[in-house]
């Protein structure tokens, strides 16, 4: 992949530091919540659920539980798509009856992954509310939708590509922006 | 990897990598059905139509809820309350079934390649429940997910196949998967019940005597004898045939400790297997079936949700 024309907005030491501030404002703002859990969406939420996991648990001495969602099956763009993409395990080890759910994923775009997310945690159940963590807002929203907690917010173009990459799935923790005739064949 | 066909129609023409992508999807349906709300909206507004020709209880009810969990209109067509008791022939059932626009037609019919016509003729995607003695992919793929629960399917993986391999599309469909991945197959039947030709296939091994096929096999896979066909006498009576190929316990201590026994159902109890064994925690048997409601969600899905143009 070229490397050219790629910006750099983070680096790991920044999305460290990112994290753990989000983990921080989760804590505040749901210190009364009886049932607070994570789910990430896969692939690189359920990585930054799981990094927020452990700081929200070296904070609270409480480990909260976590649940992987695989948005695929939900998806608005099913039928026009020209491939499928893969469809991954989904799983939700807990009632989410009452719970509040912390939505978490790398990137906030069109919102339309966090759309295909939310009905997909209603189908499990009656969560109290559902709040959502993201490291990057990039803008450009096509639904009606807001994070409550945010790493960095970067304003893009569409034509821009905002790239998170995690070092479970990456090897390393980087932010970049760079413009989308430079990118490889991944989309977000 | 994409899996690109329009139709399901055999496991003969399909690559080991095509085998694995279907049961790494079917995988990841399974938890659905184990939700308190066991739907998805993957399929919304498709129509699946279950054309079924030949009677079959287990086979449409699993597709039906299939479809029905991935939110797809599923509409049932069997052949006592089709036009087909009127006269129609196939070729014009189908054409009028295409006139509605299905987006899937799931076919199970008593000629060999009969969803391959269909296939060729409409636009929807086709899956074959079975075609005569040729093929039934679905169920060799639930099969194979089911092994996978237990067993990693490769090459140090040994299958037996027990009972009438010449009629059982169950058979055939499994041979073409389980050999794909190179996983080897011992055959045993009656002459009567033995296709020629069979260890012409590579990893088809094929054994005379029932003690011979189950010496230290990982997988035991019962087929059923089909009493219907007993006017034909394929071999002498019920009762020896329980007697020299039937399952129990002592055949099944023949087997690797941990083997597991499947069978495609409906089991005839005491004839090709005794209900020890039926019954025995070895038994896979129902989790065959429920495995075979997500592998056939993962083969709509693959199918439906894309335009075949």
């Known amino acids: 992949m070229s490397h050219r024309d790629e910006h750099s907005i983070s680096s790991a030491q920044d999305v460290a530091q990112m994290l753990k501030r989000v983990a921080f404002e989760i804590v505040d703002r749901n210190v009364d919540s009886e049932k607070l859990v994570l789910v990430g969406i896969l692939t690189r939420g359920v990585s930054l659920a799981r990094r927020l996991q452990k700081i929200v648990g070296e904070t609270i001495e409480c480990e909260l539980p976590m649940g992987v969602l695989d948005i695929t099956l939900y998806r608005d763009d099913l039928s026009t798509a020209t491939h499928h993409p893969v469809v991954r395990k989904t799983e ?32 499990f159940g009656r969560p109290q509310s559902i709040q959502l963590a993201v490291l990057v807002d990039r803008g450009c929203r096509e639904l009606p939708i807001a994070a409550d907690f945010v790493g960095i917010r970067v304003p893009a173009s569409p034509q821009d590509r905002v790239m998170v990459r995690v070092e479970e799935s990456d090897g390393f923790d980087k932010i970049t922006v760079m413009p989308r005739d430079t990118m490889s064949g991944e989309s977000n | 990897m994409r899996f690109e066909r329009k139709d399901l129609l055999g496991t003969r023409d399909l690559s080991a990598a095509e085998i694995r992508y279907l049961l790494e999807s079917a995988e990841s349906f399974k938890e659905i059905s184990e939700r308190p709300l066991k739907k998805v909206p993957a399929l919304r507004g498709k129509t699946v139509i279950n054309l079924f020709f030949e009677p079959s209880t287990r086979t449409r009810t699993s597709f039906e809820i299939a479809a029905k969990r991935l939110s797809a209109d599923a509409v049932n067509m069997s052949a006592s309350t089709s036009s087909v008791v009127k006269g129609e022939s196939l070729i014009d059932t189908v054409d009028n079934i295409q006139a509605m626009a ?12 009969a969803a391959h016509m269909i296939a060729e003729r409409v636009g929807a995607s086709v899956v074959n429940a079975g075609d005569g003695a040729n093929e039934h992919p679905t169920q060799a793929l639930l099969d194979l997910l089911t092994m996978s629960e ?14 009438d391999i010449a009629h059982s599309r169950v058979a055939r469909s499994n041979i073409w998967a389980l050999t794909a991945l ?32 189950l010496a230290g096999v990982d997988v035991v896979m019962m087929l059923r004898i089909q009493l219907e066909r007993q006017d034909r006498l394929l ?11 039937g399952l129990n316990r002592q055949r099944l201590d023949l087997a690797a400790p941990d083997a597991i026994v499947m069978h495609p159902g409906p089991m005839n109890r005491g004839v090709e297997i005794t209900s020890e064994v039926a019954d025995s925690d070895r038994a896979v048997i129902l989790n065959q079936v429920t495995n075979g409601v997500a592998l056939r969600m993962a083969v709509l899905f693959l199918l439906g949700g894309q335009g075949h143009e």
């Open chain 2, 102 to 113: 299905p987006d899937i037609i799931v076919v199970r019919h008593k000629f060999v390649g």
């Open chain 1, 92 to 123: 939700i080890p807990f009632s989410l009856d009452g719970a509040t759910v912390i939505l978490v994923d790398d990137v906030l775009y069109t919102g339309r992954t966090v759309r295909a997310a939310m009905d997909s945690l209603i189908d």
């Open chain 2, 150 to 163: 237990h067993k990693t399917l490769g090459p140090d993986l040994t299958v037996a196949i027990i009972g």
């Open chain 2, 182 to 213: 190179g996983i080897t197959v011992r055959v045993c039947a009656p002459p009567t019940m033995l296709p020629r030709g069979l260890d012409e296939i590579p990893g088809v091994v094929v054994c005379k005597r029932v003690e011979e096929a």
């Open chain 2, 235 to 245: 071999f002498p009576s019920i009762r020896d045939y329980a007697r020299v190929f």
